[in-house]
């Protein structure tokens, strides 16, 4: 297998915050904050189908490769359970996760030029507010059954997203390379919940890669404002040339306000586009952008404008 799966030069587009969005700005209701029960809802799937063209459309207007994913970040064994899921059930149910980002996508194939259709893999507890303590072995294990079912739907690649911890971090890379998928791990900064406060953004990545042989095809944020995540570009050394996703919260208000404010939150999207900009020129190794909560479209085209001014 070739693991360059992107294109040298490209920029790529990733989606940005679907729970939010479907929850707070359509009214889903999404048990556990899982997405993918939802594709037995006629309403939802119409809703997402028009959503994920409307970002479809911002990548057309720039001639950005795509990274799409998204259904899939709680689709596996704890959270299962919690939705009183069997393994055949949710293996079920990740397989047409990946069917239906690759019938949206086709139309778009002859427009584009480059889609990746990737699993999202998710902490296996929640990320603001987990307790329990995964070790490196348990963590490869646990990861190892959805990345088994992912590698048997024929995704391009792995996105692990919202880590905080480096056994688990560690584990989900173990277990990508397992089972020969490719994989890009996004931690969240001020991730005091997950135990690893301590650690700067640079020490996670090198752990990371000391412990998988770089195994990684690089590293990203999400699920944070740039405001609240610049800083830690400061800290010296070649680590940052090993982040090459973007996916920031569409608000800079602290997580855990987040969690609790019980609508969407648009934050600044023109700000929020300037901001990316300039990251753009600080980090020309970064070559997927996106969004996370309270992001859809509008930030997108916003965040795709400021990358293209950039460039000019």
């Given at each position: 297998?070739?693991?360059?799966?992107?294109?040298?030069?490209?920029?790529?587009?990733?989606?940005?915050?679907?729970?939010?969005?479907?929850?707070?700005?359509?009214?889903?209701?999404?048990?556990?904050?899982?997405?993918?029960?939802?594709?037995?809802?006629?309403?939802?799937?119409?809703?997402?189908?028009?959503?994920?063209?409307?970002?479809?459309?911002?990548?057309?207007?720039?001639?950005?490769?795509?990274?799409?994913?998204?259904?899939?970040?709680?689709?596996?064994?704890?959270?299962?359970?919690?939705?009183?899921?069997?393994?055949?059930?949710?293996?079920?149910?990740?397989?047409?996760?990946?069917?239906?980002?690759?019938?949206?996508?086709?139309?778009?194939?002859?427009?584009?030029?480059?889609?990746?259709?990737?699993?999202?893999?998710?902490?296996?507890?929640?990320?603001?507010?987990?307790?329990?303590?995964?070790?490196?072995t348990s963590a490869e294990a646990y990861h190892s059954t959805q990345i088994a079912t992912l590698a048997r739907t024929g995704?391009?690649?792995?996105?692990?997203?919202?880590?905080?911890?480096?056994?688990?971090?560690?584990?989900?890379?173990?277990?990508?390379?397992?089972?020969?998928?490719?994989?890009?791990l996004s931690f969240m900064p001020d991730g005091a919940a997950a135990g690893d406060e301590t650690q700067s953004l640079g020490?996670?990545?090198?752990?990371?890669?000391?412990?998988?042989?770089?195994?990684?095809?690089?590293?990203?944020?999400?699920?944070?404002?740039?405001?609240?995540?610049?800083?830690?570009?400061?800290?010296?050394?070649?680590?940052?040339?090993?982040?090459?996703?973007?996916?920031?919260?569409?608000?800079?208000?602290?997580?855990?306000?987040?969690?609790?404010?019980?609508?969407?939150?648009?934050?600044?999207?023109?700000?929020?586009?300037?901001?990316?900009?300039?990251?753009?020129?600080?980090?020309?190794?970064?070559?997927?952008?996106?969004?996370?909560?309270?992001?859809?479209?509008?930030?997108?085209?916003?965040?795709?404008?400021?990358?293209?001014?950039?460039?000019?």
């Amino acid at each position: 297998m070739t693991r360059a799966v992107l294109r040298p030069g490209l920029r790529y587009l990733a989606e940005g915050g679907q729970e939010t969005e479907l929850m707070y700005g359509h009214g889903f209701d999404l048990p556990h904050f899982a997405l993918f029960p939802l594709l037995d809802n006629p309403a939802a799937i119409a809703r997402l189908t028009s959503m994920y063209r409307a970002v479809l459309d911002v990548a057309v207007k720039h001639q950005m490769g795509v990274l799409l994913g998204g259904l899939d970040y709680r689709a596996s064994p704890d959270w299962a359970g919690l939705l009183d899921l069997d393994a055949a059930s949710l293996a079920d149910y990740q397989q047409r996760c990946i069917t239906f980002l690759a019938e949206i996508t086709e139309p778009y194939r002859e427009l584009l030029p480059h889609i990746l259709l990737c699993g999202i893999v998710g902490p296996q507890g929640d990320a603001y507010e987990r307790t329990q303590r995964i070790t490196v072995t348990s963590a490869e294990a646990y990861h190892s059954t959805q990345i088994a079912t992912l590698a048997r739907t024929g995704v391009d690649l792995v996105q692990a997203m919202t880590f905080n911890s480096i056994d688990e971090a560690i584990g989900v890379v173990r277990a990508a390379r397992a089972h020969d998928l490719p994989v890009i791990l996004s931690f969240m900064p001020d991730g005091a919940a997950a135990g690893d406060e301590t650690q700067s953004l640079g020490q996670m990545i090198r752990d990371v890669d000391a412990a998988t042989g770089d195994y990684a095809l690089f590293y990203g944020i999400n699920c944070s404002h740039p405001r609240e995540f610049e800083s830690l570009l400061d800290e010296p050394g070649d680590w940052i040339a090993r982040i090459g996703l973007l996916r920031p919260n569409a608000s800079a208000k602290e997580k855990a306000e987040l969690c609790q404010i019980g609508h969407l939150e648009r934050g600044d999207p023109v700000e929020l586009a300037a901001l990316m900009g300039h990251l753009a020129q600080r980090m020309p190794n970064v070559a997927v952008w996106g969004g996370c909560c309270g992001t859809w479209a509008e930030h997108l085209q916003l965040i795709a404008d400021a990358l293209a001014a950039r460039a000019a």
